[in-house]
Every structure is written in structure tokens, then in C-alpha cells.
């Protein structure tokens, strides 16, 4: 088996665990986060409908991938939470580890008014 197919099962592995734990409701829906190479993706799910209640990716953010740019899908994920009248989540970071660009999207959106478990809005 190839290195890239063991960490990618290995990712799968990590985010089976986060899901046994975290599931989103209509009142306080799934902010799932994926991170490519390329790009950033954020969606908001309930899944007891098995509905996304609204989504945002970086792909028309201009500038190199980096923690600067997660920041701003931050605060574009808060205003489309604020739009859609989303004001609490539980964040699944899909098996990717809680630092760098994944902590700093969920921390611009907790800046942002988004409430998320034990992080209050400021």
C-alpha cells in the first residue's frame, strides 16, 4: 500500500472516532471542515435530516493557502451562519488535527458571533 493511501485511512480512521461523538441538530447544527492542498471547505449539517443547512469553501479567496486565508473563510463562515440564522454549532474537524488552519478558521468564527460548544462568541 502507498503512503498517501495509509494516511488517508489513517484520516478516515480519526474521523470515525470524532463522529461517534459529534452530531448536528437543526438548533445546533455540524460545522464539518475539510482541508485539501487547495482549498478550505466548510458545511453546516443537520444529520438527523441528513440535510446541509449551508456551505462555504476558499475557492474565491484570493491568496496563497495559509493560516491568513482560513481566517478569512472564518469570518465568511460566521456571516453565512449569521445569514442563514445559524448562532451555535459543533465543530468536526474530519480527522484533521486542531491547530493551524483548522484553528484558525474555527477561531475567526467564534469571533465572528458563532457560538461553538464551550467557545462563547464574543
Do not use: W
Amino acid at each position: 500500500m502507498k503512503e498517501s493511501q495509509d494516511r488517508k485511512a489513517a484520516r478516515c480512521y480519526r474521523h470515525m472516532r470524532v463522529r461517534k461523538k459529534v452530531s448536528g441538530t437543526a438548533d445546533r447544527p455540524r460545522m464539518a471542515v475539510s482541508v485539501s492542498n487547495r482549498y478550505m471547505y466548510v458545511q453546516f449539517v443537520d444529520d438527523l435530516s441528513g440535510s446541509t443547512l449551508a456551505s462555504v469553501s476558499s475557492m474565491s479567496i484570493e491568496g496563497p493557502r495559509n493560516v491568513e486565508t482560513a481566517r478569512k473563510l472564518g469570518q465568511a463562515v460566521a456571516a453565512l451562519a449569521r445569514e442563514r440564522g445559524i448562532t451555535r454549532a459543533v465543530v468536526d474537524r474530519g480527522g484533521f488535527r486542531f491547530h493551524g488552519r483548522v484553528k484558525a478558521l474555527v477561531e475567526a468564527a467564534v469571533e465572528g458571533g458563532l457560538s461553538i460548544k464551550s467557545k462563547e462568541a464574543k
